[in-house]
Nanobody, 125 residues
Framework: QVQLVESGGGSVQAGGSLRLSCVVS????????MGWFRQAPGNEREGVAC???????SYADSVKGRFTASNDNARKTFYLQMNSLKPEDTARYYC???????????????????WGQGTQVTVSS
């Protein structure tokens, strides 16, 4: 049973930083795409970042240059470093995983079949 457990959300002032973590358990090492998504009340879900097999990454224009996706294979943990946070970054953030992935990572939610529970990020002005 693959499980994703997120942590690291919180409340910060604009300009601050947070690092989200996503610990993955219950899977056999495989190729993958890990995506980071966010959803604010009344808004559609947005794919903000992804990382593929610890190699290539992709970012939404809204976060490019501020957010960085990475991973630690030994700890089976994925990270989303968020710097220069803005009030419009306020949302619930989710990590998602698809295994057996052999293409560039996806910021669309469609391929992902494992999702974390989400963690709230609130940025005040």
């Amino acid at each position: 049973q693959v499980q994703l457990v997120e942590s690291g959300g919180g409340s910060v002032q604009a300009g601050g930083s947070l690092r989200l973590s996503c610990v993955v358990s219950g899977y056999t090492p495989s190729t993958y795409s890990m995506g980071w998504f966010r959803q604010a009340p009344g808004n559609e879900r947005e794919g903000v970042a992804c990382i593929e097999n610890g190699l290539s990454t992709s970012y939404a224009d809204s976060v490019k240059g501020r957010f960085t996706a990475s991973n630690d294979n030994a700890r089976k943990t994925f990270y989303l470093q968020m710097n220069s946070l803005k009030p419009e970054d306020t949302a619930r953030y989710y990590c998602a995983l698809v295994l057996g992935w052999d293409s560039t990572c996806s910021r669309s939610g469609d391929p992902y079949n494992y999702w974390g529970q989400g963690t709230q990020v609130t940025v005040s002005s």
